[in-house]
């Protein structure tokens, strides 16, 4: 990892509201299928692995940029880095695999993938997203694991 950071000053936006939850979200008994609200809320408050700010407030994550289809069981999630060449793509493309793998039910498939033409090694960051073995081998990287924790840890 660089020991330098690569966009010293980035962009910072604000925070959506809140989103406030009916009482048919808290029933148990009454089905309610995800929605591109309730994912973009398990990964908004992720932290950037370079600053002490969130993907939403630095809008690598936005609501409009993902995808479900609960038929389908599938996730598919859009993430914008600061700049072309940030050299910590793959890191928060695994941040934010990580964190809706231990947050979603085991049946859905994640996929996470650079936001088309926003990253100038897009192709090869979005293979190893993809790549279950290169997740899992980045995964057993204990120091690796360490950051991803601590990028994905509620902040308080």
């Known amino acids: 990892m660089p020991t330098e950071i690569e966009n010293i000053n980035p962009n910072v936006y604000d925070k959506i509201k809140e989103r406030v939850t009916t009482a048919n979200e808290e029933d148990d008994n009454v089905a309610d299928p995800f929605d591109k609200r309730e994912i973009f809320d398990l990964i908004r408050n992720i932290t950037d692995p370079e600053h002490p700010l969130t993907l939403e407030e ?5 609501e409009g940029l993902i995808s479900i289809n ?3 069981n599938s996730v598919f999630i859009n993430f914008t880095p600061t700049i072309p060449h ?5 890191l ?16 859905f498939k994640v996929t996470v993938e650079i ?32 950051v991803i924790n601590q990028c994905i840890s509620a902040r308080g």
């Open 70 to 72: 609960n038929k389908q």
């Open 92 to 107: 928060i493309g695994l941040s934010i695999r990580v964190k809706l793998l231990r947050s979603l039910p085991p049946r």
């Open 86 to 90: 940030c050299s910590m793509a793959t």
């Open 115 to 146: 936001t088309p033409g926003t990253h100038a090694s897009e192709q090869a960051v979005n293979k190893q997203l993809a790549d279950k073995e290169r997740v899992a081998a980045a995964l057993e990287n204990k120091h690796l694991a360490e």
């Open 58 to 62: 630095l809008h690598v994550v936005q």
